[in-house]
């Protein structure tokens, strides 16, 4: 299976709140409440009912292991955003090294010759 595939499928909206609950152990009100604070916005059907997918299950996980910490769910979504944000500037930079790196192979290497001092 490809990459594109399983990225695919994991983003499948597929389990109602009601399944998400029972696979998470924890309570539907909890699930509703992370929507409330735009921690985790599942996708909705034409009726309006919430559908989470593989990969928000996943973070959903996460948000249960801070909250268990302690955290308040304002709190967790600071980090979950913050977390979002140094993916994309982590995602910026590898694409930019290999752009430089691309461009540092093209370019043909000179030589060093010694230069005499002034």
């Not at 996980?61 to 980090?79: S, Y």
């Amino acid at each position: 299976m490809s990459r594109a595939m399983l990225t695919d499928e994991e983003h499948l909206p597929r389990y109602s709140v009601g399944q998400a609950a029972q696979m998470l152990r924890t309570r539907p009100r909890f699930l509703h409440r992370l929507d409330s604070y735009e921690v985790v916005r599942p996708s909705r059907t034409p009726g309006g009912h919430r559908r989470y997918s593989r990969h928000e299950i996943g973070r959903i996980r996460r948000v249960i292991q801070l909250a268990q910490e302690g955290i308040t769910l304002v709190a967790i979504r600071h980090i979950v955003v913050l977390e979002r944000r140094v993916r994309e500037l982590e995602a910026q930079r590898d694409a930019a090294w290999e752009r430089l790196t691309e461009r540092d192979s093209r370019q043909p290497k000179m030589r060093r010759s010694r230069v005499p001092p002034i």
